[in-house]
């Protein structure tokens, strides 16, 4: 991102219409096994509490992860046939040329600055992004943590590399955070709600317009030519499930914190500000993954230009 591309804040919501349309592709999902990569257990929860996990015409296995880096690395090794994962750590995973595609576009319908950006300890003297120069931030490795970053820096018109990156795992990073051995934390939902509620940490302040993209369900090429009714179902289901999510935020927020293990307190706030349907895939989700793209390699953490058009299967809506 020469500028931070702009992050959809409020994208279409065509989404449930399309899925509706391809729903009808259970009967040749009979017999399958669907191995779908999670993080933190959120898409299981969300499907189990809205009761759309039931009666289902193939088998769900489920693999969690902590952060969309491990769970792509396991959709390129082929381990898994589909998972969720934001639009930051989906670039590093097409740098790779993976066998596998973007099927489904998560775009937000409502969000808050809460979620992704840097945080420090309450007592940290660091105010604003100028503060960090020279200074710790601990990211996953090419996470929304990492990308949140690199924007504060190029929208302050500072160097891309004025920060050193210590590249830890959220659960490192955190305690790395309260014993001093970083000094800030990049970080996204609801990793942010924990670290602010219940470990008294505190977010620099940055522009809201810099957080927000876009996420999306990817799928291997063997799952997508394979598989297809089974994910043609499984987003079908998920986008209902979110509907149901959307209108029911008490008891979505009681399950997720239960099935999960996150305080309650945490659980409620990701859910109250954070909302998002299962759409399309449209041009403006594959320019704002090139915008992302073009930053990571002004920041040399790609070692060529990446062209991402080929990481999308823009017509698998369209298929029976």
Known sequence: MNHPPSRRQLLRASGVTALAAISGCKKSASHVTLTIGDQKGGLQSLLQRSGEAANLPYKINWAQFAAAAPLFEALNAGAIDTGIGGDAPFVFFLATNPPAQAIAALTYTKISPNQAGILVRADSPLQNIHDFIGKRVAVVRGSTGQYITLAALQAAGLPLDSVNFSFLQPSDSLTTLLSKGVDGWGSWEPYMSLGELHYGLRPLPLNVQQLGGVGFIVATNAAISGKAGALHDFLARLSRARAWAAANQAAYAAGFAKDTGLPLDVAQRYVS???YKIAPIDTESVATVQ????????????PRPVSVNAGF????FAQT
């Open 313 to 316: 299967n823009m017509d698998f």
């Open 273 to 275: 500000e954070l909302s």
């Open 291 to 302: 915008g992302l793209a073009n930053l990571y390699t002004a920041a040399k953490l790609l």
